[in-house]
RNA sequence: GUGGGCGUAGCUCAGCUGGUAGAGCACAGGAUUGUGGCUCCUGUGGCCGUGGGUUCGAGCCCCAUCGCCCACCCCA
């Protein structure tokens, strides 16, 4: 047997349907703020990911699917998807547009990870990107962006997390003094931080080891030591989200793991999936673009992980989706034309609509509407296809009337209103 | 990359101290030749992850390998 790709799924009816309703949605709520989907290549020059995501990143150092075409070009599967914008903005002389400009985009992208609930190395993220906007209330409006998109999605109980970062010159004083202030502790803290004291000591902010993060709480928050400006940046932008009202809950340790970002970053954390799962991340990149050869043009932006937000979606709102009412149309005999003509009334009146097209007898017929979940079923036999006529059939309720074609519809669609709890089961 | 767990039907699993493979669910048909969900009957479906070894004989024991899951790391 050909298995899938490791790392790779495979993502099966009815669980599709949350993916396109949730898709669906961030093209609504993102279209609403004037954001438009931007369709970018899957495969880019790796270079872009080294200079854009940064060399001393786990994601450029160990985790990109990078190989040579056939004329040895270092070609690579797209790891996230800030950087490709990027480039697109500066390939396509998107500067000369007026600004900001406002994108949003969807789809795959690939990491070399070891593999574990909600960490595949096919994964597909949801983001948007303000471009050409270095306000505060640049960051206010994708994050309420952000907010709204996940409480149209029903959820309640996400916490957006908030850092200032300061800017990239803020970056190695502040590095300097946290080493100086862990520096007395160095020998207790745990075996990943000691690696991480040369590679990137700013993770050692985030470490999950009791012991480190006891030693952690003591030193001083990055925020505290960026620049006035920087500093007064975020603040604004705290300032904002309270008076429109969205949660935010400030994170003195938050560091994110590339390397462009600046000044605000966040991230959103389900409870549902632990700590660690982190369904969203982004932030402010101002120099992203400027460092990949364009203009000086500032950006923010965010990051959903898909499969981790279908993963925790809220229950109702998986109810709503999948519970989809739609009719079975069953014919009887040498009906079959009549069967196909009456589910065309129906779907042009907007109903789903079922024929059953296996040749099955009325029994099985009706057994098979049954279990695929048929809110109604219509039947028609060559009797009624004469008249002119089908019987209507309320699976649930087991009742049935006979009706002529012109009424089918206003009989069908009341039927289909009805919150239809009572039929099938588990 | 590190540590741990698990691989038997589409799914969930049983399978005794080694004796030639089972159940439930699901799927298809029938009992009811024009009426479903209950019941009953029948059927489809397995190189027991793969390879090697021990043995008269391996789903079971041994070795290897692959795959899956969980945690760490990292991130979405």
Redesign the pocket.
């Known amino acids: 047997?050909i298995?899938?790709?490791?790392?790779?799924?495979d993502i099966l009816p009815p669980e599709s349907r949350l993916w396109q309703a949730v898709e669906a949605e961030a093209v609504r709520t993102f279209g609403a703020f004037g954001y438009d989907e931007i369709r970018l290549p899957l495969l880019e020059p790796t270079e872009l990911f080294v200079r854009g995501v940064g060399e001393g990143?786990?994601?450029v150092g160990?985790?990109m699917y990078t190989f040579t075409d056939r004329k040895g070009r270092s070609l690579t599967l797209r790891?996230?998807g800030t950087a490709g914008v990027a480039r697109a903005y500066i390939e396509n002389g998107l500067g000369q547009r007026p600004h900001p400009l406002r994108l949003f985009y969807a789809g795959p992208?690939f990491?070399y990870?070891?593999?574990?609930?909600?960490?595949?190395?096919q994964?597909?993220?949801i983001g948007i990107e303000l471009l050409g906007a270095a306000t505060p209330e640049a960051d206010v409006e994708v994050l309420l962006a952000l907010h709204t998109y996940l409480g149209r999605l029903g959820f309640d109980d996400l916490v957006i997390l908030l850092n200032d970062l300061g800017d990239p010159e803020d970056r190695a004083p502040y590095v300097a003094r946290l080493k100086e202030e862990l520096g007395p502790h160095r020998e207790a803290l745990?075996a990943?931080?000691r690696?991480?004291w040369d590679e990137?000591p700013l993770?050692?902010l985030?470490?999950?080891?009791e012991r480190c993060r006891e030693i952690v709480s003591g030193t001083t928050p990055i925020a505290e030591t960026v620049s006035a400006e920087a500093r007064a940046h975020v603040d604004r932008v705290r300032e904002l989200l309270e008076t429109l009202g969205v949660a935010v809950r400030p994170a003195p340790r938050l560091?994110?793991?590339?390397d462009y970002y600046m000044r605000t970053v966040f991230?959103?954390?389900s409870p549902a999936?632990?700590?660690?799962?982190?369904?969203?991340?982004?932030g402010r990149y101002d120099r992203l673009i400027a460092d990949l050869g364009g203009p000086a043009v500032p950006g923010v932006g965010?990051?959903?992980?898909?499969?981790?937000?279908v993963d925790v979606l809220p229950e109702a709102y998986c109810r709503r989706v999948l519970e989809v009412p739609f009719v079975a149309v069953v014919p009887?005999?040498a009906?079959a034309a009549a069967a196909q003509a009456l589910a065309q009334r129906l779907r042009e009146a907007g109903v789903r609509t079922e024929v059953e097209v296996?040749?099955?007898?009325?029994?099985?017929?009706?057994?098979?509407?049954?279990?695929?979940g048929?809110r109604v079923?219509v039947?028609?036999?060559?009797?009624?296809?004469a008249r002119g006529e089908a019987?209507v059939?309320?699976?649930?309720?087991?009742?049935?009337r006979?009706v002529t074609v012109d009424a089918l519809v206003e009989a069908v669609e009341p039927l289909l209103e009805a919150d239809g709890g009572?039929?099938?089961?588990?």
């Open positions: 047997m298995r899938k790709v490791k790392g790779t799924r990143t786990d994601i160990k985790e790891p996230e992208m990491r990870e070891k593999m574990q609930r909600g960490r595949y190395r994964f597909s993220q745990c990943d931080c690696r991480r990137n993770r050692i985030d470490c999950k080891v560091v994110r793991g590339l991230e959103v954390v999936l632990g700590e660690h799962a982190v369904i969203c991340g982004g965010f990051a959903i992980g898909e499969d981790r937000l009887v005999g009906a296996s040749g099955r007898s009325l029994r099985a017929g009706l057994k098979w509407a049954a279990k695929t048929a079923a039947i028609v036999g060559e009797d009624e296809a019987v059939r309320d699976m649930a309720a087991g009742e049935q006979t009572a039929d099938d089961g588990h």
